[in-house]
Every structure is written in C-alpha cells, then in structure tokens.
C-alpha cells in the first residue's frame, strides 16, 4: 500500500524530475536503450513498479521480450551488442556507485562507443532513475 503521494504533497520538485525527463527525451541516446537502462537500474534497486512502467514502455517501442527477459543477465547473454553492454556496465557501476564508482575500464569501454556527450548524459539518465527508483520504493508505490 502506498504511503502518500509525492507529487501532491511536492509539486514543484516533481515538475522538476520530469523536466529532467524531458531533456532526456532529447538527448542523444535512443529511446529503447534508455528504457534497457531503465529497467536494469531498476532491478538493482528492486523497483517493482519501475520495472513494469518501463518493461511495457520498451515492448512498445519494439524492444523483444526475449531481450528484456535476460536484461538481468546481460553479461551471459549473447542478445546485446558490445556498445550495450558497455552501456549497462556503466548502468550497474553508477547506480551501485558505493561498490567502486564508475571505474577507468568501464569509463574507457564505453568511451569506444560513446561520444563525452552521450555519456554525460547517460549519468543523467542513470542519475534520473535511480532517484525515481528511491522515491517510488520509499513511497512504497
């Protein structure tokens, strides 16, 4: 059972979480991968309900249930490419960031792939779920 709904009791700092969302929208960085980061930070956290808002936001998008049915088992599964991966490395590393950070050889990985634009605003995005992830799960959404 939910606790009590942010967004009434704090509008402004909601309407500043989806101004977040819609610079994101924006951003360099594809609609379906940006729902693939979603969901994995998502399963780290043990969001419930930000699993299933943005599992459905993939399939709708055109993401395969195939894929999303081994996302929590990326690094054994041969589904994702190399600049995926490296995207959910950096995934896993920002969001569980008292492990060790984003490390140098995930930071270089990526950088393969990625332009310093599109991983800034990958921490963005990470950065932006983890705290919808914080508050749905305090809430008890």
Same mark, same amino acid.
């Given at each position: 059972?939910?606790?009590? +709904?942010?967004?009434?009791? !704090?509008?402004?700092?909601?309407?500043?979480?989806?101004? #977040?969302?819609?610079?994101?929208?924006? /951003? =360099?960085?594809?609609?379906?991968?940006?729902?693939?980061?979603?969901?994995?930070?998502?399963?780290?956290?043990?969001?419930?309900?930000?699993?299933?808002?943005?599992? +459905?936001?993939?399939?709708? !998008?055109?993401?395969?249930?195939?894929?999303?049915?081994? #996302?929590?088992?990326?690094?054994?599964? /041969? =589904?994702?490419?190399?600049?995926?991966?490296?995207?959910?490395?950096?995934?896993?590393?920002?969001?569980?960031?008292?492990?060790?950070?984003?490390?140098?050889?995930?930071?270089?990985?990526?950088? !393969?792939?990625?332009?310093?634009?599109?991983?800034?605003? #990958?921490?963005?995005?990470?950065?932006?779920?983890?705290?919808?992830?914080?508050?749905?799960?305090?809430?008890?959404?």
């Amino acid at each position: 059972m939910s606790r009590f +709904n942010i967004q009434q009791l !704090q509008p402004d700092a909601y309407a500043a979480m989806f101004a #977040l969302e819609k610079y994101l929208a924006t /951003s =360099l960085i594809s609609p379906v991968i940006q729902e693939l980061v979603r969901i994995r930070a998502s399963q780290i956290n043990g969001c419930h309900f930000c699993i299933g808002m943005h599992t +459905n936001s993939a399939l709708k !998008q055109g993401e395969t249930e195939q894929r999303l049915s081994e #996302l929590a088992t990326w690094k054994e599964s /041969s =589904l994702f490419s190399e600049r995926e991966q490296a995207i959910l490395a950096v995934t896993e590393e920002v969001t569980l960031i008292t492990d060790q950070g984003l490390s140098e050889e995930t930071y270089q990985l990526v950088k !393969q792939f990625s332009s310093t634009a599109e991983i800034a605003q #990958l921490i963005m995005l990470i950065s932006t779920i983890n705290a919808w992830n914080r508050m749905a799960i305090s809430m008890r959404a």
